[in-house]
């Protein structure tokens, strides 16, 4: 069974950026790689996906001008690139992995980020 592990959350302060990722324990290739995120008191809102063979993306209307998601081929790393980051974003951050169609059948443990005033 792969396994995927977050990575590069953190303390930020306000306006700052960070780079979080996703590796596989081992060379897969799923269809869809997504990053959701979990704020406390809240349901789990939907970030960015990327198609991980044609590359195509998608991303939530609330972050799209602020976050990129990218992903290395060769190392099965999903990236996600976050800048401008306000209170709002504070949340534990986790990567998905999925068949598609917005089914995903494989998550990370999360990373926590903390954006600070």
């Known amino acids: 069974q792969v396994q995927l592990v977050e990575s590069g959350g953190g303390l930020v302060q306000a306006g700052g950026s960070l780079r979080l990722s996703c590796a596989a324990s081992?060379?897969?290739?799923?269809?869809?790689v997504a990053w959701f995120r979990q704020a406390p008191g809240k349901e789990r809102e939907f970030l960015a996906s990327i198609l991980w063979r044609g590359g195509n993306t998608a991303y939530s209307d609330s972050v799209k001008d602020r976050v990129t998601i990218s992903r290395n081929y060769l190392n099965s790393t999903t990236y996600l690139q976050m800048n401008n980051l306000g209170p709002e974003d504070t949340a534990v951050y986790y990567c998905a992995s999925g068949p598609g169609r917005g089914v995903y059948t494989t998550w990370g443990q999360g990373t926590q980020v903390t954006v600070s005033t």
């Open positions: 081992r060379r897969t290739f799923p269809t869809l």
